[in-house]
């Protein structure tokens, strides 16, 4: 049964560039979220999908955008790329449930910006 | 705005030693996730508690979700230094489909 997969693992961009990171969830799985974890600090949530929808967003820009696939999949797309934007990039699967839900996480995607 | 704490923020201990982290939030949540992380890796799923009250035990590892639901608490028997990480907290809520993590409380265990 395979987990969650992310690629690229390591990226490395210029400031102003764009970058596309992609997700697939572990099997099973209809639900994926994204996170951004700058060094020493917990994740932060950046938005969900579900159903080929965002759902739920955290407070990023408009920079940070999204899409899900019909096989569930993700991308995480960033536009002009700032110094800031520097962290691992984390990608977690669900299976929604209204109650109650457990994430699993991938190996996330270290992107940094020179 | 939900926010969950967790302290200590660092700890540093000798192999063999107990400890305890705790994730402590105003707001009630739904599930809690405890997870454990290593440098440039995912977080790894430890345990998930639902109901107020519950605890969990994974080996030498004790989980218990408070009886509000709003704060949770982890304890390590004989810590070795494989138990060395970052832990953190994730509380789920329902309602907005959001999870909320903690601050993290850094472990290392010294042989």
């Known amino acids: 049964d395979a987990g969650v997969t992310q690629s690229p693992t390591h990226l490395i961009k210029t400031r102003g560039q764009q970058v596309t990171l992609r997700c697939s969830p572990k099997?099973?799985?209809?639900?994926v979220s994204w996170y951004q974890q700058a060094l020493g600090q917990g994740p932060q949530f950046i938005f969900q999908?579900?159903?080929?929808?965002?759902?739920q967003r955290g407070n990023f820009p408009d920079r940070f955008s999204g899409h899900q696939f019909p096989n569930y999949s993700s991308e995480l797309n960033v536009n002009a790329l700032l110094l800031g934007d520097s962290a691992l990039y984390l990608c977690?699967?669900?299976?929604?449930?209204?109650?109650?839900?457990?994430?699993?996480f991938g190996p996330g995607t270290r992107l940094t910006v020179l | 705005t939900q926010l969950l704490e967790q302290s200590p923020q660092f700890l540093s201990i000798q192999e063999g030693e107990n400890l305890t982290v705790y994730c402590n939030s105003s707001?009630?949540?739904?599930?809690l996730q405890w997870y454990r992380q290593e440098p440039g890796e995912g977080p790894v799923l430890l345990v998930t508690v639902v109901t107020g009250g519950e605890v969990k035990k994974l080996k030498r590892l004790t989980f218990q979700f408070g009886d509000a639901r709003k704060d949770s608490s982890l304890h390590i028997t004989a810590a070795q230094p494989g138990d060395t990480g970052l832990y953190l907290c994730a509380g789920y809520n329902s309602g907005t489909y959001k999870y909320i993590f903690g601050t993290g409380t850094r472990l290392k265990v010294l042989a």
């Open positions: 099997s099973g799985h209809d639900t």
């Open positions: 999908y579900y159903e080929e929808e965002e759902r």
């Open positions: 707001s009630v949540f739904s599930s």
């Open positions: 977690a699967s669900s299976l929604f449930r209204r109650s109650t839900d457990t994430q699993y």
